[in-house]
């Protein structure tokens, strides 16, 4: 409950100004047409832009600015999966928001640990490890 009261008023601080956040979303990856791997695996970079003649945020998230993270292994560009790696995702499903940042640098930052911190969770999973 704080931690949504807190998110909540960091929001309202921040209308009228352009802000950036980090969302892990949960995914389905299929390979040869199977499920190989599903769950809240993919990290993404949003930066919010305000509109002021609209008086709301745009969000803007390039196909650049989201990671993979399967079997404790990073896969950036979600574009280029099917091409280069064989799999790709086929279902994209809820997000959630990781933190909120006023600065794109305070943002690169925690969007790598994040990264960091979920390829050390698949490297330590029993799920993972049985399958290595």
């Excluded at 995914?27 to 809240?40: D, L, N, Q, S, Y």
Aim: net charge negative; charged share 40%.
């Amino acid at each position: 409950m704080i931690k949504h009261f807190m998110y909540k008023l960091k929001l309202e601080l921040i209308d009228g100004t352009d802000y950036w956040d980090v969302t892990e979303t949960y995914v389905t990856v299929e390979k040869e047409g199977k499920v190989i791997a599903e769950g809240r695996i993919a990290i993404s970079k949003m930066y919010w832009e305000w509109n002021e003649e609209d008086d709301i945020h745009h969000r803007y998230c390039n196909s650049d600015d989201s990671t993979l993270i399967l079997n404790g292994k990073r896969y950036d560009n979600p574009e280029a999966y099917e091409k280069e790696y064989g799999f790709k995702i086929v279902d994209w499903g809820d997000e959630r928001d990781m933190g909120i940042y006023e600065t794109e640098e305070e943002m690169l930052d925690d969007f790598e640990k994040f990264i960091e911190a979920e390829i050390e969770y698949q490297k330590e999973s029993s799920d993972w490890n049985k399958m290595n």
